[in-house]
């Protein structure tokens, strides 16, 4: 499918879906162009952006289960 495809069908829709679709393709495009963002940005400047985002839910060890006995190497 093509752009001109997809622009005569855009305009058949009726005005209330023509606004889901500017809505559905405005937060795909933004999401696109953040991770594009994310991709060319230097890594010790993703470092800086991103160090810290998981303080309000740190990440937890759960308990491990007891290890399992074993016969001695030789």
Not at 3 to 24: C, F, G, M, N, S
Not at 33 to 49: D, G, N, T, V
């Amino acid at each position: 499918m093509n752009y001109q495809t997809v622009v005569e069908l855009a305009d058949q829709l009726p005005l209330a879906e023509k606004a889901r679709l500017i809505e559905h393709l405005s937060a795909i495009l933004r999401q696109n162009l953040e991770i594009e963002a994310f991709q060319r940005m230097p890594w010790h400047e993703f470092i800086e952006r991103t160090a810290g985002s998981l303080a309000d839910t740190p990440i937890e060890r759960p308990e491990q289960p007891p290890y399992e006995e074993r016969e001695p190497l030789e």
